[in-house]
């Protein structure tokens, strides 16, 4: 049996797919591969998928992490998977692996903020950033433009696109979702100046 | 930075703000994309739900007519479901129309859109996906740009009160009428509108109102028309030979039956009086026990999905049952498969069904005596006795289970104080009888008004008023007073809306448009049903709800659905309206002799057996 780690990206509407609909749909598609699937034991066995800190529906990512249990998992498994998915999920890269649970991994979250409309008030949207990702102390990187922004965030599964949408909303910024737009591009290990990858 | 292609689709913003969402990307495992190439050469037809995503997915019959119509050549098929409320009122605000789910094509810009009609407080939500589609609702308005509009499923049986809004109605099994349909579409694409309506009309099973007109004296109605009427209902004769989907539309999201669906037969013999579904559906057609495997394990491979259900009207009087459950359980258990079966009967060997399959103990078992007495389950002929529903409960309650479902209906003919106390008792009984075992046990009662529908032995039957249904519904909780029994009824008002359409003529059209002008959406939901603009609307449309709903109808009386032939007589319905009030039962044709139903030896293999034919 494999614990394998992977990436996919969840593009387009696809990225409207609830966080929690992911392991049946991970499942599924693995069955239509051929993978047999290593089930849980206990009272209501399920097979053993563990996925990276939950994105609210309607936040592409171009690189989530996951990890899925498999019992005939060999050399073309990622390619006849990755022939099975529905539209818009694509299975990036994958390796198996050992040592620490996947949450314990995922320091950090990095996204991609834009906003639809010209950006409001005298504000700069660096100085509005930095007002509203003062507290907590969770702001890892920030690069700014004119009307978007890279952000890396610490503690992922508890300060994601949600609550970046409620900071900006608090502030005044947008009245919500539909003022912005954002984008995960990664979630991995964090040294200081970059993140790293899982996989 | 790049700007993510997502942020241009016009729909995102709307998504990013409504319900659920899910409910319209599509993006399904099996969906067909890009198949068409805009250049019109295709004949495309979009199936459209009027109910939402997550009710329309479960619905077996578009799965099938999806990858029929898809494997016909030069056919595209899509889909489309109704937005809910919030859906609308975005796309409304921002001029958005109704579009499919795979190519986002505006409804109106399809050759036809076929609707199913599985319940008739859909019947507003019709209107909502034609208008927000910018199609005319009514035939009579459409020109030579606008698509056809049809429509199948059991509410085509009785089609008269939807007539208007539609152009032909598609009567009795898809895999029997949809190819024939789907190519004259294609081949009368260049004809006039009225011309293609006759060319349609001359398909056996069609039935195109715009044909007919209706005269109305007294309380019936006489339908004439330039077709040839009775319409009759097709049906597939053999069902191991008949067209079996290779791959189904896997959702990403979970739908409210969750799994493979394998039917196992189509139609029911068992004869419940009440019961629409095992009247319009005969004849009684059982697929092999090797073809049910062969699919079966075929759609497990192609779908991935967790878990099979062998689906019917009645899955535990499959002949087959035995040999599909030794071919499949254990295979599908080294898989961690769930094999399912959706509705159980109530007796003993349902139980050790249920056992045999339920692997993991979740949640109770749920049955429906339908009637509390024994009188009164024989008008039904509801073929249980109380023997059976003690054993039943005394067999789940030593297998472990601990809670149960009992469905009952409030108004049946002939009903008395007596019958209803039959219900409390028996809720109570079951709870004894689990509680015997189970310091946990749970007793849930849901109980429905009933609802006379055409095609029936009950159709000439007046329904309660909707107050009295409710005084009923109300004593019974009060008689209950169990707090480990939970009693609970669906709104009875619904329900006599329901009976309403159910029973209705041409005339009610007008209501419907009118009730959906007034805000009417998802009658079906009790979030959403609005009574009292229905009954506004009637009132505005000079209709007497009552007259539909609360009228104990003649013997000799012309209902608006006897044009429609759906294959048992009006003259075996009217004997078992007889028997019925004579509390006498009448057998399963299975297990005795032929009833006479009204199909002769070449449709019904029971019958052939019987008469040697």
Same mark, same amino acid.
């Given at each position: 049996? $494999?614990?394998? +780690?992977?990436?996919? !990206?969840?593009?387009?509407?696809?990225? %409207?797919? /609830? =966080?929690?609909?992911?392991?049946?749909?991970?499942?599924? $598609?693995?069955? +239509?591969?051929?993978? !047999?699937?290593?089930?849980?034991?206990? %009272?209501? /066995? =399920?097979?053993?998928?563990?996925?990276?800190?939950?994105?609210?529906?309607?936040?592409?990512?171009?690189?989530?992490?996951?990890?899925?249990?498999?019992?005939?998992?060999?050399?073309?498994?990622?390619?006849?998977?990755?022939?099975?998915?529905?539209?818009?999920?694509?299975?990036?890269?994958?390796?198996?692996?050992?040592?620490?649970?996947?949450?314990?991994?995922?320091?950090?979250?990095?996204?991609?903020?834009?906003?639809?409309?010209?950006?409001?008030?005298?504000?700069?949207?660096?100085?509005?950033?930095?007002?509203?990702?003062?507290?907590?102390?969770?702001?890892?990187?920030?690069?700014?433009?004119?009307?978007?922004?890279?952000?890396?965030?610490?503690?992922?599964?508890?300060?994601?696109?949600?609550?970046?949408?409620?900071?900006?909303?608090?502030?005044?910024?947008?009245?919500?979702?539909?003022?912005?737009?954002?984008?995960?591009?990664?979630?991995?290990?964090?040294?200081?100046?970059?993140?790293?990858?899982?996989? | 930075?790049?700007?993510?292609?997502?942020?241009?689709?016009?729909?995102?913003?709307?998504?990013?703000?409504?319900?659920?969402?899910?409910?319209?990307?599509?993006?399904?495992?099996?969906?067909?994309?890009?198949?068409?190439?805009?250049?019109?050469?295709?004949?495309?037809?979009?199936?459209?739900?009027?109910?939402?995503?997550?009710?329309?997915?479960?619905?077996?019959?578009?799965?099938?007519?999806?990858?029929?119509?898809?494997?016909?050549?030069?056919?595209?098929?899509?889909?489309?479901?109704?937005?809910?409320?919030?859906?609308?009122?975005?796309?409304?605000?921002?001029?958005?129309?109704?579009?499919?789910?795979?190519?986002?094509?505006?409804?109106?810009?399809?050759?036809?859109?076929?609707?199913?009609?599985?319940?008739?407080?859909?019947?507003?939500?019709?209107?909502?996906?034609?208008?927000?589609?910018?199609?005319?609702?009514?035939?009579?308005?459409?020109?030579?740009?606008?698509?056809?509009?049809?429509?199948?499923?059991?509410?085509?049986?009785?089609?008269?009160?939807?007539?208007?809004?539609?152009?032909?109605?598609?009567?009795?099994?898809?895999?029997?009428?949809?190819?024939?349909?789907?190519?004259?579409?294609?081949?009368?694409?260049?004809?006039?509108?009225?011309?293609?309506?006759?060319?349609?009309?001359?398909?056996?099973?069609?039935?195109?109102?715009?044909?007919?007109?209706?005269?109305?004296?007294?309380?019936?109605?006489?339908?004439?028309?330039?077709?040839?009427?009775?319409?009759?209902?097709?049906?597939?004769?053999?069902?191991?030979?008949?067209?079996?989907?290779?791959?189904?539309?896997?959702?990403?999201?979970?739908?409210?039956?969750?799994?493979?669906?394998?039917?196992?037969?189509?139609?029911?013999?068992?004869?419940?009086?009440?019961?629409?579904?095992?009247?319009?559906?005969?004849?009684?057609?059982?697929?092999?026990?090797?073809?049910?495997?062969?699919?079966?394990?075929?759609?497990?491979?192609?779908?991935?999905?967790?878990?099979?259900?062998?689906?019917?009207?009645?899955?535990?009087?499959?002949?087959?049952?035995?040999?599909?459950?030794?071919?499949?359980?254990?295979?599908?258990?080294?898989?961690?498969?769930?094999?399912?079966?959706?509705?159980?009967?109530?007796?003993?060997?349902?139980?050790?069904?249920?056992?045999?399959?339920?692997?993991?103990?979740?949640?109770?078992?749920?049955?429906?005596?339908?009637?509390?007495?024994?009188?009164?389950?024989?008008?039904?002929?509801?073929?249980?006795?109380?023997?059976?529903?003690?054993?039943?409960?005394?067999?789940?309650?030593?297998?472990?289970?601990?809670?149960?479902?009992?469905?009952?209906?409030?108004?049946?003919?002939?009903?008395?104080?007596?019958?209803?106390?039959?219900?409390?008792?028996?809720?109570?009984?079951?709870?004894?009888?689990?509680?015997?075992?189970?310091?946990?046990?749970?007793?849930?009662?849901?109980?429905?008004?009933?609802?006379?529908?055409?095609?029936?032995?009950?159709?000439?039957?007046?329904?309660?008023?909707?107050?009295?249904?409710?005084?009923?519904?109300?004593?019974?909780?009060?008689?209950?007073?169990?707090?480990?029994?939970?009693?609970?009824?669906?709104?009875?008002?619904?329900?006599?809306?329901?009976?309403?359409?159910?029973?209705?003529?041409?005339?009610?059209?007008?209501?419907?448009?009118?009730?959906?002008?007034?805000?009417?959406?998802?009658?079906?939901?009790?979030?959403?049903?609005?009574?009292?603009?229905?009954?506004?609307?009637?009132?505005?449309?000079?209709?007497?709800?009552?007259?539909?709903?609360?009228?104990?109808?003649?013997?000799?009386?012309?209902?608006?659905?006897?044009?429609?032939?759906?294959?048992?007589?009006?003259?075996?319905?009217?004997?078992?309206?007889?028997?019925?009030?004579?509390?006498?039962?009448?057998?399963?044709?299975?297990?005795?002799?032929?009833?006479?139903?009204?199909?002769?030896?070449?449709?019904?293999?029971?019958?052939?057996?019987?008469?040697?034919?």
């Amino acid at each position: 049996m $494999s614990r394998v +780690r992977f990436l996919f !990206s969840k593009r387009g509407l696809s990225a %409207f797919v /609830p =966080h929690v609909e992911l392991p049946p749909l991970l499942a599924r $598609s693995a069955r +239509r591969a051929g993978l !047999s699937l290593f089930m849980t034991e206990g %009272f209501s /066995p =399920h097979p053993k998928i563990s996925l990276g800190p939950a994105l609210p529906v309607g936040v592409p990512a171009l690189a989530e992490p996951a990890e899925i249990w498999i019992e005939n998992w060999e050399g073309t498994a990622l390619e006849n998977w990755q022939r099975k998915m529905p539209p818009g999920f694509t299975l990036l890269r994958a390796s198996v692996v050992e040592g620490p649970q996947l949450s314990r991994l995922c320091k950090v979250g990095e996204y991609r903020v834009f906003f639809r409309n010209s950006f409001p008030g005298e504000v700069s949207l660096r100085g509005a950033l930095e007002a509203v990702l003062q507290e907590p102390e969770i702001l890892c990187a920030m690069e700014t433009e004119e009307e978007s922004a890279r952000i890396v965030l610490a503690q992922p599964d508890r300060f994601g696109p949600g609550f970046l949408v409620k900071a900006f909303r608090a502030a005044g910024f947008v009245e919500g979702w539909k003022d912005l737009f954002i984008l995960r591009t990664m979630v991995g290990g964090w040294e200081g100046d970059s993140v790293t990858p899982l996989v | 930075m790049e700007r993510p292609f997502e942020m241009d689709h016009p729909l995102w913003p709307i998504l990013a703000t409504v319900k659920q969402p899910s409910r319209y990307i599509g993006q399904e495992w099996g969906s067909k994309y890009g198949q068409d190439s805009g250049t019109r050469s295709k004949t495309r037809v979009c199936l459209a739900f009027p109910d939402v995503y997550e009710v329309g997915m479960s619905f077996f019959g578009f799965q099938i007519l999806y990858a029929l119509g898809n494997a016909q050549e030069g056919t595209v098929l899509e889909r489309a479901y109704c937005p809910w409320v919030d859906m609308e009122a975005s796309l409304r605000a921002s001029g958005l129309p109704l579009a499919s789910i795979e190519s986002q094509t505006p409804l109106n810009r399809f050759d036809a859109v076929g609707f199913t009609l599985q319940y008739e407080l859909t019947a507003t939500n019709i209107l909502t996906m034609l208008d927000l589609g910018g199609i005319p609702l009514r035939s009579e308005d459409r020109g030579p740009g606008d698509p056809l509009v049809m429509a199948g499923g059991p509410g085509a049986l009785a089609p008269e009160p939807l007539a208007p809004f539609f152009d032909f109605f598609c009567l009795g099994d898809g895999e029997e009428l949809f190819p024939r349909v789907l190519r004259v579409i294609s081949e009368t694409r260049n004809l006039p509108r009225e011309q293609r309506l006759y060319c349609l009309g001359e398909i056996p099973g069609i039935y195109v109102p715009q044909l007919a007109s209706c005269g109305f004296s007294g309380n019936g109605v006489r339908i004439r028309s330039k077709q040839a009427l009775p319409v009759r209902k097709q049906f597939v004769r053999d069902l191991d030979s008949m067209f079996v989907p290779s791959s189904l539309l896997v959702p990403n999201t979970g739908i409210i039956h969750d799994r493979i669906p394998v039917e196992v037969f189509r139609g029911c013999t068992r004869g419940c009086r009440f019961c629409q579904a095992g009247m319009i559906y005969r004849p009684l057609r059982e697929r092999s026990p090797e073809k049910v495997v062969e699919i079966a394990r075929a759609l497990l491979e192609e779908t991935g999905w967790e878990e099979i259900g062998l689906v019917s009207l009645s899955s535990c009087d499959y002949t087959g049952l035995c040999p599909v459950l030794e071919a499949l359980s254990g295979q599908l258990g080294e898989k961690g498969i769930k094999l399912s079966l959706p509705s159980l009967r109530m007796d003993a060997f349902s139980v050790e069904l249920a056992a045999q399959l339920e692997t993991v103990r979740k949640g109770g078992l749920t049955f429906a005596p339908e009637a509390g007495s024994q009188r009164l389950r024989n008008v039904i002929n509801k073929g249980i006795d109380e023997e059976n529903i003690r054993m039943t409960l005394e067999s789940m309650s030593e297998h472990g289970w601990d809670r149960v479902k009992l469905y009952f209906m409030v108004g049946l003919p002939t009903e008395t104080e007596a019958d209803l106390q039959g219900i409390v008792e028996i809720s109570k009984e079951a709870f004894r009888i689990l509680r015997k075992r189970h310091r946990r046990a749970e007793v849930s009662v849901s109980v429905n008004g009933f609802i006379p529908k055409p095609h029936t032995p009950f159709q000439w039957e007046a329904q309660l008023p909707f107050e009295e249904t409710e005084a009923r519904c109300k004593w019974l909780k009060r008689q209950v007073g169990n707090p480990k029994i939970s009693l609970n009824y669906h709104d009875p008002r619904q329900g006599f809306i329901e009976a309403v359409l159910a029973r209705g003529d041409r005339r009610l059209a007008n209501v419907v448009e009118r009730a959906w002008r007034k805000g009417c959406r998802f009658d079906g939901w009790t979030e959403t049903f609005r009574f009292e603009t229905w009954m506004e609307a009637f009132d505005s449309e000079g209709l007497d709800p009552a007259f539909y709903a609360n009228r104990q109808r003649g013997m000799e009386e012309e209902f608006p659905w006897d044009h429609i032939d759906a294959g048992v007589s009006k003259s075996f319905l009217w004997r078992e309206r007889e028997n019925a009030f004579q509390e006498r039962t009448t057998p399963d044709c299975r297990a005795g002799n032929c009833q006479g139903c009204g199909f002769g030896p070449q449709d019904c293999t029971r019958l052939k057996e019987e008469t040697g034919h």
